[in-house]
């Protein structure tokens, strides 16, 4: 990725804090979880640095932990800069910041491991990851 | 337009007409399904990779266009309605450049098409380069949409094709980023279902096109946009073939035509059908206007 994982903490903060509403808006999106409902996966999220790890079980109830507790096991992670995360959450992202593969193709997101899971519920992974759109910005 | 019917005045019916065209292409029998509306000068329209015709639909029954232009559109052979060929059981789809160029050339032969207009998007717009390289003369001008030279493979195409996940929706996913995020909701979702629907391997084959077969660097120099013009087209949220490809591509041709559509993605036709039209109609009313044979 280009930009370093140290930045300013504030910013960094301010979307961390965004993030953190992602259970709630989840809750509230029967639709996302009515196509996710199957999928049970453990997952870590890098926000500009800031690691939280998500367990999601079936019917798409999800647990987040902000951090990453010592040795604990995931299948995959998504690791995204300040700046992908800050434009990939406008309410219209501009273009080349709009999608998950447009931030990895311009190196502003990493998307590793076994991404099993990841691709077989990608349209899925693709709208929870989204969802703090709809929150306006701090 | 969509003509009302007299027994019942809420249902419509439009103005496109469905036919099957069995031809022979590079040795081999096929079925290719096939549509078109309006009348005069002809028009092919090529859709993108794994999905089919029905991404022209909306420009078929616009009556600006229809007035002036026979729009024909088939679905390559493996897509849409068109059959695979016989056999296809015992092999693994692969578009080839030889075999897509074929293609063009025995439907617009088989339908006696005179200079055609070429209209292609993504894989397309791909073929249009081609047939600008090497068969320019059969055509009145060509028209690229989201077309390059080569871009930037941003994904393995190895998911696309496995038995452990939904071939269709995970093309559909994956190329939903492709479509501008103010492009309508029902425009992107049946967009999408184009490729909900899409048989297994068919869009993993196409991109060995896209990708391997049909790369094009070094080879755009003889392209003469004197013989046959060139207009490119790319939408802006278009990740896969950026706007910065096609404006590299144009720049090696000289006389091609390049614009940026705004708040369009990768399928302008389809996703944003209204927000298109501004860009397409300018540009084919210039085709309209061409001097009848070539300069």
């Known amino acids: 990725m280009t930009e370093p994982q140290i930045l300013e903490p504030q910013a960094a903060e301010v979307l961390a804090r965004r993030f953190e509403s992602l259970p709630a808006l989840l809750a509230s999106d029967h639709d996302l979880r009515r196509r996710g409902a199957e999928l049970c996966t453990t997952f870590l999220v890098g926000i500009a640095g800031i690691p939280f790890l998500l367990t999601l079980e079936r019917g798409m109830h999800m647990h987040l932990l902000r951090g990453q507790p010592l040795m604990r096991a995931f299948r995959f992670a998504v690791r995204g800069t300040a700046a992908a995360w800050t434009r990939y959450w406008q309410t219209v992202p501009p273009p080349g910041w709009h999608d998950l593969f447009a931030l990895t193709k311009r190196g502003e997101m990493t998307i590793e491991g076994d991404l099993y899971p990841f691709m077989a519920y990608l349209q899925v992974m693709k709208d929870l990851l989204a969802l703090p759109r709809r929150i306006a910005e701090a | ?295």
């Not at chain 2, 391997?212 to 660097?217: A, E, Q, T």
């Not at chain 2, 591509?249 to 944003?272: C, D, K, Y």
């Open chain 2, 1 to 295: 337009m969509a003509a009302a019917l007299a027994s019942s005045p809420t249902a419509t019916i439009e103005p496109i007409i469905g036919r099957y065209l069995n031809v022979t292409i590079a040795g081999r029998p096929q079925r290719l399904y096939f549509e078109e509306a309006g009348s005069g000068i002809p028009l092919l329209c090529l859709h993108t990779a794994g999905a089919d015709s029905r991404q022209w639909r909306h420009l078929m029954v616009d009556e600006a266009i229809t007035r002036h232009f026979r729009i024909l559109a088939f679905d390559l052979p493996w897509h849409g309605k068109s059959n695979p060929p016989p056999g296809y059981e015992r092999e693994t789809y692969r578009l080839t450049t030889a075999d897509y160029v074929a293609t063009v050339r025995a439907f617009c032969a088989a339908l006696a098409l005179e200079r055609p207009v070429v209209m292609g998007c993504s894989i397309g717009g791909r073929i249009v380069l081609e047939l600008a390289i090497s068969h320019a003369q059969e055509f009145r001008a060509l028209i690229g949409l989201e077309a390059a030279d080569f871009q930037e493979p941003w994904y393995d195409t190895a998911w696309l094709n496995r038995p452990d996940i939904h071939g269709g929706a995970i093309c559909a996913a994956l190329v939903s980023g492709l479509i501008a995020p103010t492009s309508p909701e029902v425009s992107r979702h049946e967009t999408l279902w184009h490729y909900l629907q899409s048989g297994p391997g068919v869009f993993q084959g196409d991109l060995y096109f896209y990708r391997v077969d049909g790369d094009l660097r070094g080879r755009l120099g003889s392209i003469d946009t004197q013989k046959c013009p060139l207009f490119l087209l790319t939408g802006e949220y278009d990740f896969s073939c950026t706007p910065q490809d096609t404006e590299r591509t144009a720049a090696q041709i000289p006389g091609a035509e390049v614009t940026i559509m705004r708040e369009l993605g990768h399928f302008p036709m389809s996703e944003n059908p209204q927000q298109f039209r501004r860009y397409i109609l300018p540009v084919l009313e210039r085709i309209r206007t061409l001097p009848e044979h070539p300069r």
